[in-house]
């Protein structure tokens, strides 16, 4: 049993003028205990309404949430105190301090005020705690909803694109800090439409297109799900390479990258001595030979190419 | 519940609004009262004896009968005898010439200065659910306790208690500053000043905390400061200045004419409208304020936020 689990969620918004948004389109969801869980999607794919369906802060049109085995909305109440989140941006007060919004939500959960210190230093903002939130970066308002959400001590935490609008620095910050909290045995389930941020962070995901689920599971797997990708061969003599290799029974094509020409072979790492060998026979010296490994956001585009969402 | 409680009063108490229109009340009630004091000059012997003299006189006017009212109807007015009748209605202070600061009048002024004083329960009571839909701190609150319900009345709860006590901290300073006057440059006429005064400020609390709750409610519907305080400005302004002008036997339902007859203590009828009590007046109040709190809560429970 997942911590979340999430089974034909189904949301529509009415618009003001009539008519009807689809956010969700039953999605189906189950995310396991412990770890970094990737919610992976375009901007518009439903990943915020899924989050606020999950929080309590939007009825589903149908479908069931559950969170810590708890129904949602329903029981909702009873795991909350076991949730951290932060939904789109931390919305904190920006008149107040940063240790003033904390210690109004320590209030709620009973926290003290050396938790609210602790997490402060958490997120390395014990310096700035005095200063009104209006005045922090973007990343510290990140960091200080984090701070915020890890009052709780969080079984789940829950994040909403945490790296939006964050600078190269403030990216590896909050990554690192993600990276942490799943390491202590919490499940962070974060959500991004920035791929190969994910990547890095996350060890299962799920890709999220138009309201629906289109592929889940661990990272390496999803990823093989982008195809077996053979070898990359660049040779200064394209032509005659490509000849070669087909002649020794290796699929082959022709592509471009970066670098100019290559050869795209259908075979296994292990293959890479024959492949060598065969082109050094007809006086062809290889410049390069790698794995052809794919990225999410390639594997992303290619699973969301029905959708219409694709490249 | 408890924890709740604790974490929106100190929400509240650690707004700069708060802060900011109780100095602003202060200094505003500090400079008027230093200008009245200076204004105000003690009575001297001769004011004094010439204010007797014309209470004596009209007092004796009184209990002769000259002022025309049937026996019968001393009864119907809550008076026993004509006596009774003469001595609450011919006072000592009446008569008092000299311009000035007068125990006898802070009642009177307290009275006059509750409309201001409801207005800022309306402002803080709109502000003290708005600011959060604004700042978008209520999605937040509610990933703590996603129970509305709970929310919602504890909020009505915090927004009662501030409004409460900022209207009470606000009518001791001037009764306080008003006290000082007199005692330096007015005129101490009444033996019974800081009863009716407690009477009055306390039925100024009451009022300005169900204008608070009124602005509140109207805040938690348009989820905005300023849709609160215009929904209930624009109900008082356009909707009871229509309403009474197009059916004035009307006026008896309206929130002004009920808020007036139970600050003032009098209650209401005239017109041939249909006379109210000064509790009369509060139980409509508290009904109308009950209606917009339970129209409000039943929006925040259902509606989505996003």
Redesign the interface.
Known sequence: MGVIEVEGLRKE?RRLRGGRTLAVDGLDLEVPEGGVFGFLGPNGAGKTTTI?CL?????PSAGRVRLLGAEV?RG??SV?GR?G?I?E????????SGR?NL???A????ASGGDVTRALERVSLADRAKDPVKTYSLGMKQRLGIA?ALL?DPAILVLDEPANGLDPAGIVEVRELIRSLGAEGRTVFVSSHILTEVQQTADRVAILARGRSVKSGPVAEVLAAGGARGLVVRVADHVAAQRALADAGLPVQLAEDVGGHVLKVEATPEDGERITRILAERGLYLSELRADTVDLETVFLELTKDEGLGA | MIRLFRSELLRATSRRLLRFLLIAALAGTAVAMVIATVNSRQPTAEDAQRAERMYQRELQRCLDGDYGIPPGQLEDMGYPDLEAFCDDNVRPEFFTSVQGLRLSGLSEVLQGTAPILVMLAIVLGASLVGADWSAGSMATLLTWEPRRVRVFLVRALVVSLVVLLAVLLLEAAFVGMWRLGVALRGTADSTTWFSDAVDVVVRTGVVAVIFGLFAYAGAALTRSTAGGVFILLGELVLIEGVLRGLRPSIERWTLIANATAYVSDQGYGGDGTAPTTPTAALVTLVVYAGLALLVALAFTQRRDVT
């Not at chain 1, 929080?55 to 009825?59: A, F, K, N, T």
């Not at chain 1, 941006?89 to 107040?96: E, H, T, Y």
């Open positions: 918004y606020r929080l309590g802060l939007v009825r909305p909702l109440a909350i949730v989140s939904v941006q931390p919305a904190l007060f920006p008149r107040f003033r210690e109004i939500l209030r709620l959960s009973g915020a709780k």
